[in-house]
């Protein structure tokens, strides 16, 4: 019979559990980002469109820095994507407040709302399966998914919320 510790080690769980895990990241992955795919086809955008509308709509007036740090993509690849949403209209840039040089970027009010119309499947999607869960399997959750994070990425998420780096807090 399996303890019923909080400290249960990898091992204690069968590889059966671990591969089923996997593959209900797989369907979860599948079908969360399936709406917003949806919305985002007849525009001619993909997912990288849509992690770039979420992270700068989380975080108004990041830097092109912030959003690569988090991204991990090419500055290439970045640049592309980032210059389809000015051109459209769904981002501006501005000039940093004390260093004129600094790219910050900020979701216009079409790209607000595309970020609203992107986003909103998915809060239901959490939302109603975190009611089904439960408390406590929704921060036995969060924990899962911290652990999946790699270790130089966890200390973005605190008590408080996640983080950019330093002192900047994400919202």
Do not use: C, W
Not at 20 to 40: H, K, N, S, V
Not at 155 to 168: D, H, I, K
């Amino acid at each position: 019979m399996r303890r019923k510790s909080a400290t249960l080690s990898a091992a204690s769980f069968r590889d059966e559990e671990i591969r089923q895990g996997i593959e209900l990241m797989f369907f979860a992955y599948r079908d969360f980002t399936a709406d917003p795919d949806r919305i985002l086809a007849p525009l001619g955008m993909g997912r990288a469109h849509h992690r770039t509308v979420h992270f700068i709509g989380r975080n108004p007036g990041m830097t092109v820095g912030d959003l690569l740090n988090i991204l991990r993509i090419t500055k290439q690849s970045l640049n592309r994507v980032l210059s389809q949403l000015m051109r459209e209209g769904y981002v501006e840039q501005r000039p940093g407040a004390t260093d004129r040089r600094e790219r910050r970027l900020f979701l216009t009010s079409a790209g607000q709302s595309l970020e609203q119309r992107l986003s909103e499947p998915q809060r239901a999607r959490v939302g109603a399966a975190y009611r089904e869960a439960g408390p406590a399997a929704v921060s036995a959750f969060r924990r899962v998914l911290a652990g999946l994070i790699n270790p130089d990425d966890r200390e973005r998420f605190t008590a408080s919320g996640p983080r950019l780096s330093g002192p900047r807090r994400l919202r």
